[in-house]
């Protein structure tokens, strides 16, 4: 049972009010439980939506998401920045970084005040490892050459988290989206926080296997350290695939721990505030690590989790409101559904209204009707489906108004 809080915060008072801080294991803001309900935008144009003047282009259509959301129940937004570097930063000819062209702090501040006039909290993505594109060659230094990392945050990174901490809006950052993508996987090492053995043949590396986990450890510690040293009260986290590389259970590592971020880079406050991971089902079944498989205390974390990736077309069947439901309810602080700027965009707004006005503090896991019903279908989903009040009835039969 839930020994704890179980909040939904409506941000009735809205971003205007405490920021968001950790408290255990759990997210929380003016004194209550939160859980992140809501989506990934991610972009619009892709790499083009901020700086340079981008957003005048797209600003429309991202308000339309921000509003939608709003009226839908959900309080928080995941967008993405720089990518690969195809746009921003600005860089030099040998791939260090100049600076910011004169738009982007302006750009990223319009969304922000938008998303706060609506009470959401926006969680900026500032790199992608999930694919590996023309302009990868900049990430690529960025990791590999202290000097170019260096010349990032002294040029971009920390001025722009000075010019937004005082946004009420901004909900935190996030390094890097799926560093897994490019890490190199079935390394043996005597250090556990770099030894990637047990990874051999997860699927860890599908655009190359191209970085050590300590170097990819290093440059999530190095831009985590500076964004807390600038604002020691913002969230910093990681978009992780899968759990695998997020927990020290079932035989894995969890290579994001703070111990493990630290030795890497050696910045003592470069460490994560949440862990957030991904997930998607591969030809209809779940690999038996997904959240939606496992409460939050089954991976041993000492840290708020996020299920930050997901939809319903790659959900082992199931349907967008188990999904919320399901996050909600085993103890993970937020979902936020795959993506906005999609065909699905409909469907995570059902998700995200099923949990619309949710407080049910004196409720445990297996007490609440609602999520018993939900477990249930979790190994019924084949035969059953769940009635308006809750109760099972077999997909053959009608179900009465």
């Not at 928080?76 to 970084?97: A, C």
């Not at 100049?98 to 005040?113: E, H, I, W």
């Not at 050459?145 to 909900?171: F, R, W």
């Not at 409460?295 to 939809?311: A, M, Q, S, T």
Request: charged fraction near 20%.
């Amino acid at each position: 049972m839930l020994r704890f809080l179980v909040c939904l915060l409506v941000l009735v008072k809205g971003v205007h009010s405490g920021r968001l801080q950790v408290q255990g294991s759990n997210l929380v803001k003016d004194g209550q439980r939160v859980f992140l309900s809501g989506t990934n935008l991610a972009w619009v144009n892709y790499a083009q939506d901020f700086g340079h003047n981008h957003y005048s282009g797209v600003r429309s259509k991202m308000e339309q998401i921000l509003n939608e959301l709003h009226a839908s129940g959900g309080n928080s937004i995941r967008i993405w920045l720089h990518i690969e570097g195809q746009t921003t930063p600005e860089w030099t000819n040998d791939g260090h970084v100049s600076g910011m062209d004169a738009t982007l702090v302006s750009d990223l501040r319009s969304f922000l005040q938008s998303a706060q006039r609506l009470n959401i909290l926006v969680f900026i993505v500032l790199w992608n490892g999930a694919k590996n594109e023309q302009y990868h060659y900049r990430l690529n230094g960025l990791i590999v050459d202290t000097n170019k990392l260096q010349s990032y945050i002294d040029k971009c990174l920390q001025p722009m988290v000075h010019a937004l901490k005082n946004e009420p809006a901004l909900g935190g950052w996030e390094i890097i989206n799926e560093p897994e993508g490019e890490m190199i996987p079935g390394h043996h090492d005597s250090n556990p926080c770099r030894d990637t053995s047990a990874l051999e043949g997860s699927g860890m590396g599908w655009e190359g296997r191209l970085y050590t986990a300590d170097q990819i450890q290093r440059f999530i510690n190095w831009q985590a350290d500076a964004i807390r040293r600038e604002d020691p009260g913002t969230m910093v986290t990681v978009g992780t695939w899968n759990p695998k590389p997020n927990t020290d259970r079932f035989g894995f590592k969890n290579l994001y721990k703070d111990s493990c971020l630290i030795d890497a880079g050696g910045r003592s406050q470069g460490t994560l505030t949440f862990y957030q991971v991904h997930t998607y089902s591969y030809q209809g079944h779940w690999d038996g690590y997904s959240p939606f498989q496992k409460h939050y205390n089954d991976y041993g974390l000492d840290k708020p989790l996020v299920i930050g990736e997901f939809r319903e077309s790659e959900a082992a069947g199931l349907k967008i409101t188990d999904l919320y439901n399901y996050a909600y309810y085993y103890g993970y602080s937020g979902a936020w559904g795959w993506h906005a700027i999609e065909n699905n965009w409909g469907n995570i707004r059902t998700g995200i209204e099923w949990l619309r006005g949710r407080n049910d503090q004196q409720k445990g896991v297996f007490e609440y009707k609602v999520a018993y019903m939900g477990y249930l279908r979790f190994y019924l989903i084949s035969k059953m489906e769940v009635a308006d009040d809750c109760t099972p009835v077999s997909k053959m039969e009608d179900v009465d108004d």
